[in-house]
């Protein structure tokens, strides 16, 4: 990519390099919708001494930790984010320490260290594009609120010092659009890919939907089912085992916006 | 996995297993064509020391490097290959001293270390079960001999201590099947996916289609593509550069054969 791609009409933002300014000027909130067509990622940030168990532990666990980019430690941009910084350009930072959440903020230059690796790690807002386009409505957006996210009773696979629950995000969808909502995010291995569970949210060790445990509640029309993907929040929940000195990650739902085309990542 | 599965009649050995016991007892052979329907692996071993910079490379170069499966430093066997030991159920081992190819033999055993990581990375092999469902020839398992692999003057994409040459694997077929065989190898992402070149060798660094860098030649009938897809092997060209001081590698052509199924790596 030799020069940064424009954004749709019709976005607040008009390509994904002026989002990235907006947030690095301190604008905070939450992503879905913004700038489609181009891939969002998650974050996780750990020093170099994890980085190996990090990366065993994504491979491990591809559906809720597709890889799109890796930034080495020392390196503050890459190709997906053009004339961006990594420490700045997420709208809100959550800084871990020891594994317990230290605190939220929207710059993290202060907490970056040279030992850093950054993972980027595909989202499944990606698919949200080709799923409205598909004329299926997305609660989360239509309801200008941020996805809903919930820890189950589903064990990752281990690696090293990372293991813990699988965290899933929910979108709740009428009976006649499940089938074709499979079809369509099944096209997207890269960024989560099918869901992972449909319905009886009981059995993955979901309470209430009603509180999730990441981002806002959504409210479920009478007759839709609770659709569930894996997430990229999902090494966020392994942190409090892992207890790295420090780790670094977005704040669920307020995601990079890189310069990369969901298009990239379908497959036939 | 509970039990180890069986490979479907017509196969010399009833099950991948049997196979890896064959070849542990000594058997020393190219594995194209056997235990149809299971999946064959490349492998690289490195010392741990430079087991993040592979992995990056490898997730920076998904279509030659897929990883299907990591064996962490200390471990010999893993549920890929059920009862098995990964230090001898290779049909033969090429072993590299800072780089260069040392010796090549059918036992590592007296060669590993305590410390060394193993890489299982997926292989074309994969695909030609469908491709021959399909009724697509393939030449090198109707003409027996190996595969033939050919590096390029593509570069791959380097992370830390490795970087180098492409190296494909290459199958003649008639231009009529081309197309097809596109389609079914492109259901395969995580075992080399679609081509990455078809036709035209010289476009590639390719000057002699008779002289391969690993395997064998194939008698290319009249009318024939050669058809051209990225291959496990890469890994072993870019120890010329990374020049670690001990790596093990499987022989080109001669693979793991592993209890996991090729449909399991098959998309939509």
Same mark, same amino acid.
């Given at each position: ?7 749709? /009409?019709?976005?607040? =933002?008009?390509?994904? /390099? ?6 690095r000027? !301190? ?5 879905a !919708?913004?700038?489609? !067509? ?11 001494? +994890?980085? =190996? ?6 491979? &491990?666990?591809?559906k ?7 930034l080495e ?32 903020? *929207?710059d993290?230059?202060?907490?970056? &260290?040279?030992?850093?690796?950054? =993972?980027?790690i595909?989202?499944? =807002? *990606? ?8 004329? $299926?409505?997305?609660?989360? $957006? ?9 820890r189950?009773?589903i ?5 090293? $010092?990372?293991? !813990?629950?699988?965290?899933v ?5 009428? /009976? ?7 079809r369509?995010?099944?096209?997207y291995?890269?960024? +989560? ?27 479920i029309?009478?007759? +839709?089912?609770?659709?569930?993907? /894996? ?11 892992? &207890?790295?000195?420090?780790? $670094?990650? +977005? ?18």
């Amino acid at each position: 990519m030799d020069t940064a791609p424009e954004a749709p /009409a019709g976005s607040p =933002f008009t390509s994904p /390099a002026q989002a990235r300014a907006a947030f690095r000027a !301190g604008l905070d909130r939450p992503t879905a !919708g913004l700038c489609p !067509g181009f891939t969002q990622t998650n974050l996780l940030a750990v020093p170099r001494e +994890h980085a =190996f168990d990090f990366l065993l532990f994504a491979q &491990r666990n591809p559906k809720p930790m597709p890889i799109i980019g890796v930034l080495e430690a020392g390196q503050t941009s890459s190709p997906l984010l053009q004339g961006g910084d990594i420490r700045t350009d997420v709208p809100a930072y959550r800084i871990y320490r020891n594994g317990e959440l230290a605190e939220t903020v *929207t710059d993290a230059t202060a907490f970056w &260290r040279d030992d850093i690796v950054s =993972f980027l790690i595909g989202c499944s =807002f *990606t698919f949200e594009t080709a799923l409205l386009a598909a004329g $299926i409505d997305i609660a989360h $957006i239509s309801q200008n609120v941020n996805v809903p996210m919930y820890r189950t009773s589903i064990d990752t696979e281990p690696a090293g $010092i990372f293991s !813990g629950p699988l965290v899933v995000s929910m979108r709740p969808l009428p /009976a006649n659009q499940v089938a074709e909502a499979v079809r369509i995010t099944s096209r997207y291995p890269a960024v +989560h890919g099918a869901p992972v569970h449909i319905g009886n949210p009981a059995e993955i060790g979901i309470r209430d939907l009603g509180n999730p445990d990441y981002g806002d509640a959504v409210t479920i029309p009478d007759g +839709h089912l609770p659709v569930f993907w /894996a997430c990229g929040v999902t090494p966020q929940a392994a942190l409090l085992a892992a &207890r790295p000195e420090i780790a $670094i990650a +977005h704040s669920p739902g307020k995601m990079l916006i890189t310069d990369a085309r969901d298009a990239e990542f379908q497959v036939p």
